[in-house]
Nanobody, 130 residues
Framework: QVRLLESGGGSVQAGGSLRLSCAAS?????????????MAWFRQAPGKEREGVAV????????VYADSVKGRFTISQDIAGNTLLLEMHSLKPEDTAMYYC??????????????????WGQGTQVTVSS
């Protein structure tokens, strides 16, 4: 399993921006070398189910976003592939949630939120006030 550690959450007013980071380590040699992981951000608000926010493949060839964040959030990774980022702009109160970083080795399959992600971070809280 990959070890994941999120940071960057906080409290902002509506319309503001935040950047979340997820430090990753422990990739298998083949997975890291061949860039065959899906790395995703999920979020869960109190009383609601967890939902996928954004996901990318570590080959850097594709990204998928939830409709609710398209045009406002951007997922990316650093060149070394050790840090997953989520740039969040035009934040809304409904973006308030605990945000989690997750990873799964897929052998090169197209990424989606539906995979059984087996590595999770501890979460970082994002609170957006109106």
């Amino acid at each position: 399993q990959v070890r994941l550690l999120e940071s960057g959450g906080g409290s902002v007013q509506a319309g503001g921006s935040l950047r979340l980071s997820c430090a990753a380590s422990g990739y298998t040699n083949s997975g890291y070398t061949n860039r065959k992981y899906c790395m995703a951000w999920f979020r869960q608000a109190p009383g609601k189910e967890r939902e996928g926010v954004a996901v990318l493949n570590t080959a850097g060839t594709s990204t998928v976003y939830a409709d609710s964040v398209k045009g406002r959030f951007t997922i990316s990774q650093d060149i070394a592939g050790n840090t997953l980022l989520l740039e969040m702009h035009s934040l809304k109160p409904e973006d308030t949630a605990m945000y989690y970083c997750a990873a799964v080795s897929t052998g090169g399959l197209a990424c989606s939120f539906a995979f059984n992600y087996d590595s999770w971070g501890q979460g970082t809280q994002v609170t957006v006030s109106s």
